[in-house]
């Protein structure tokens, strides 16, 4: 696959019009509960869905122009390297759906293992409310880097095109599990991402961190061991809450607490270890003067 095919795809595949209609579906029923909150008076933080809506539509406008180019012009490479090649047919978008499920699996845990990484991913946890708006609460730095986790797809020989398509998928699939309006489904919260399952992963609660990195399925929770079932009241947001509606000031907080803590480290090492280790060490020297105030 060249370039200038990969663009064709991209215009005009069959299956980038079922994109759309998921995409259009997807704002159909963010906006449907809008209004069903509306009219039952149901409580909820208006400010931060404004946010949350002010965030998406500075999702969209990056990529349609800047951040939409970099994963396709980064993963090229990749493509041109491997010898093996996946035809696209239907049988090999089952395949696709199925690695992009896997690698968002991946993906998800590991921006949650990794400071820097969380720096993007912790803009989507930063909401204390639980709709389906919070679903467009994404980093706009995150789609930037992502390209990097479908490299694997590629070299294993799926075409750029279903590499991106497929993680597309998975990510459109996920926005109507941001509700409270939807109970536990049974045995289908033990298979799927349900709304259930990914209040869950939205929790603060200590029983509830880094779970359910799932996307389409929990499979991948089973195989590797975190699960959860919802077993308590959520308590949503971060561990420490960020506390502003500022869609910029979300996107940005966590890199300035990460350079906050850069700048108090002693040695090189401790600074690589603050911006790019887990997301709760420290060195043993924060933790005395933390002591000594």
């Not at 595949?13 to 994109?19: G, L, M």
């Not at 029923?29 to 809506?53: G, M, P, Q, T």
């Not at 750029?160 to 459109?172: D, W, Y």
């Not at 389409?216 to 919802?230: C, N, R, S």
Request: net charge positive; with cysteine; glycine share 4%.
């Amino acid at each position: 696959m060249t370039f200038e095919s990969l663009i064709l795809y991209l215009e005009t595949s069959p299956i980038i019009a079922y994109v759309g209609y998921f995409f259009i579906f997807n704002i159909a029923i963010v906006i449907l509960e809008v209004i069903i909150d509306v009219c039952s008076s149901k409580k909820r933080r208006w400010k931060d869905s404004l946010a949350n809506f002010a965030i998406f539509l500075m999702n969209q406008v990056l990529e349609k122009t800047i951040v939409g180019s970099i994963g396709i012009i980064a993963i090229m490479p990749f493509h041109y390297l491997t010898p093996l090649n996946i035809p696209i047919h239907w049988w090999s978008w089952i395949l696709a759906v199925i690695a992009a499920d896997f690698t968002y699996y991946w993906m998800h845990r590991i921006e949650h293992e990794h400071r820097i990484l969380w720096g993007n991913h912790s803009v989507h946890h930063s909401s204390e409310d639980y709709n389906l708006t919070v679903s467009m609460r994404l980093s706009i730095v995150e789609p930037m880097i992502e390209w990097i986790f479908l490299i694997p797809m590629i070299l294993i020989g799926f075409t750029p095109f279903q590499a991106l398509i497929g993680l597309t998928l998975v990510a459109q699939f996920q926005t109507w599990i941001h509700t409270e309006r939807i109970g536990k489904l049974g045995w289908l919260d033990l298979i799927f991402n349900t709304p259930s399952v990914h209040r869950v992963h939205h929790g603060s609660n200590k029983k509830y961190l880094d779970k359910n990195y799932g996307g389409i399925t929990m499979i991948w929770d089973h195989l590797f061991g975190t699960y959860q079932k919802e077993e308590e009241k959520v308590i949503y947001g971060l561990t420490q809450n960020i506390h502003t509606n500022n869609p910029l000031t979300i996107n940005f907080i966590e890199y300035k607490h990460i350079w906050n803590d850069v700048k108090k480290c002693k040695n090189f090492k401790d600074k690589l270890r603050i911006i790019f280790g887990n997301l709760i060490w420290k060195p043993y020297y924060f933790k005395q003067k933390n002591k000594d105030k």
